[in-house]
């Protein structure tokens, strides 16, 4: 909770590259 509120762009950053690993993220963009 603590990183959520502390930096929230640096965890969908995170979230981003995860999503870029997987197919589904590549289709989505």
Do not use: F, K, N
Not at 2 to 29: F, M, N, Y
């Amino acid at each position: 909770a603590e990183l959520l509120g502390c930096d929230p762009i640096r965890l969908v950053r995170s979230v981003d590259l995860a999503t870029e690993d997987l197919p589904i993220g590549r289709q989505t963009g």
